[in-house]
């Protein structure tokens, strides 16, 4: 029997799939079909699938060409389905022409051409009306968060808005946009959503008129500096319908989504302790190093130690307590938060102008998770045991240099309504931070005498 395999993602069910899967079961007499699970999608940087898998394997299967579907979940994987099911052939759109060709010292190579004018990228863009977005803040961040959007569909950048008119137009004339160095209203007019990458201080008022107006927002973190403004805003995003979103990157990579399930499914026991550390020595005059009252460690990195936390311990914590060292000029150079549970103990680690680990360890009653740095930009973890000899390796890598793809595509699947239910960082968890954010704020400012 002549075995031929052939993969996709098949996401909107197109005519171009129904020729090429044709054409593959004609060059053999079996054909197998390799669906791509969204998690393995996801870590090659297809982001704005619209089928779930079952609905993919389905729309394969009544076509009546496969005679065995399976599913793909893992780089490597064409090779051990090669020879795992004897295959002769192997077969893929000439889109991909030559990127396979290392598989062929295990069987036949084949690239068909692709039917053209067809594709799922089409047929979504079709379905969903191109978003316009605005930039607040013009700096580092949002430079790189710029170049990101280009790889997610159904967004663009259009315009952006930030009162230093220098900065402002060196940024809206390298791309392209529009700029805007006052009037906020009008900006948030030209725009259907916002990603806010002020000072830390000015997130809250920004996002609040954004909101009031209509308009999506995502946020940079933190995005409020206490607890009851943090409420006020989700509700004020809940009574306008519109999505609000913290920007926590790490959050919404697959590494993480990955740690967290190997976490909390029992493969470490029972968890106990996690420590998770982010430091960095920046360059002197950035906020974070120099702003006493809205830069510092905590605020800067905080976020990101505060994540693992509570999805792995929850939120129901029995108490918390701050500890900060300050430097010279007042900022909070390193800030320890050590969390209680009922059942287990949580550290949190910031420094700004201090080096440490930037490890993320988690520990357990059967063994620990370790991610090292930098585990906020997770690309794998390993997980240890009592027996030195036996560590178990997870890779769970992504595309892009700082994952903010990742985070877009979150939010435009939230506000497209095809992103599934709201669980990688719930407003419940980001208005929980804001409560150790205020409470860190109050710390701080007794400790600098203000
Ligand atoms: N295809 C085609 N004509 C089109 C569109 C797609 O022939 N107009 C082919 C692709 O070349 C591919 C198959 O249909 O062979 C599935 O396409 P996708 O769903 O886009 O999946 P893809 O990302 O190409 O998956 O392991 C996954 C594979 O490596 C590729």
């Known amino acids: 029997m002549k075995k031929v395999i052939t993969y996709g993602t098949f996401d909107l069910f197109h005519d171009g799939h129904y020729r090429i899967l044709e054409r593959a079961k004609s060059l053999g007499d079996y054909l197998i079909v390799g669906v791509t699970t969204e998690h393995f999608d996801r870590q090659?940087?297809?982001?704005?699938?619209?089928?779930?898998?079952?609905?993919?394997?389905?729309?394969?299967?009544?076509?009546?060409?496969?005679?065995?579907?399976?599913?793909?979940?893992?780089?490597?994987?064409?090779?051990?389905?090669?020879?795992?099911?004897?295959?002769?052939?192997?077969?893929?759109?000439?889109?991909?022409?030559?990127?396979?060709?290392?598989?062929?010292?295990?069987?036949?190579?084949?690239?068909?051409?692709?039917?053209?004018?067809?594709?799922?990228?089409?047929?979504?863009?079709?379905?969903?009306?191109?978003?316009?977005?605005?930039?607040?803040?013009?700096?580092?961040?949002?430079?790189?968060?710029?170049?990101?959007?280009?790889?997610?569909?159904?967004?663009?950048?259009?315009?952006?808005?930030?009162?230093?008119?220098?900065?402002l137009d060196e940024f809206c004339s390298s791309f392209s946009l529009m700029p805007f160095s006052d009037e906020y209203d009008k900006f948030l007019q030209n725009i259907d959503l916002v990603y806010v990458a002020s000072p830390n201080q000015t997130h809250a008022d920004y996002v609040r008129r954004a909101l009031e107006a209509g308009k999506h927002v995502l946020c940079e973190k933190p995005m409020t500096f206490t607890y009851d403004e943090a409420v006020e805003l989700y509700d004020l995003a809940d009574k306008n319908d519109t999505v609000?979103?913290?920007?926590?990157?790490?959050?919404?990579?697959?590494?993480?989504?990955?740690?967290?399930?190997?976490?909390?499914?029992?493969?470490?026991?029972?968890?106990?302790?996690?420590?998770?550390?982010?430091?960095?020595?920046?360059?002197?005059?950035?906020?974070?190093?120099?702003?006493?009252?809205?830069?510092?460690?905590?605020?800067?990195?905080?976020?990101?130690?505060?994540?693992?936390?509570?999805?792995?311990?929850?939120?129901?914590y029995e108490d918390f307590t701050i500890d900060s060292i300050l430097g010279d000029n007042g900022i909070d150079r390193f800030t320890k938060v050590n969390f209680r549970y009922k059942n287990g103990l949580a550290t949190s680690k910031t420094g700004a102008g201090v080096k440490s680990e930037g490890q993320l360890v988690i520990a357990g009653t059967k063994g620990y998770i370790i991610a090292q740095s930098p585990w906020w930009l997770i690309r794998g973890f390993d997980v240890r045991y009592e027996d030195a000899e036996r560590v178990d390796h997870y890779e769970a890598g992504f595309v892009g240099r700082d994952g903010f793809r990742y985070e877009i595509a979150e939010f435009l699947g939230k506000i497209n309504k095809t992103g599934g239910h709201d669980y990688k960082l719930t407003s419940q968890e980001s208005i929980a931070m804001a409560r150790v954010v205020e409470k860190f704020m109050e710390t701080r400012k007794r400790q600098q005498g203000f």
């Open 44 to 167: 090659r940087g297809k982001l704005n699938q619209v089928d779930d898998i079952m609905t993919r394997i389905e729309n394969v299967r009544k076509t009546g060409f496969a005679d065995q579907i399976i599913v793909e979940d893992h780089d490597g994987q064409k090779i051990e389905d090669i020879q795992k099911y004897g295959v002769e052939t192997f077969v893929l759109g000439n889109d991909w022409e030559g990127r396979f060709d290392y598989l062929k010292q295990y069987c036949n190579v084949v690239y068909l051409e692709r039917t053209p004018n067809i594709s799922s990228t089409f047929l979504r863009e079709d379905r969903i009306r191109m978003l316009r977005l605005g930039i607040v803040g013009t700096g580092r961040i949002a430079r790189r968060f710029f170049a990101e959007t280009k790889y997610v569909s159904g967004v663009e950048a259009v315009a952006a808005y930030n009162p230093q008119k220098e900065s």
């Open 244 to 316: 609000l979103m913290e920007g926590i990157r790490a959050a919404y990579l697959p590494g993480f989504q990955q740690l967290l399930t190997v976490a909390t499914n029992g493969t470490i026991g029972d968890v106990c302790d996690i420590e998770a550390c982010f430091t960095r020595i920046g360059d002197p005059g950035t906020p974070e190093m120099s702003d006493a009252r809205y830069g510092g460690a905590f605020l800067e990195y905080g976020s990101y130690t505060l994540l693992p936390i509570f999805k792995i311990m929850g939120l129901d």
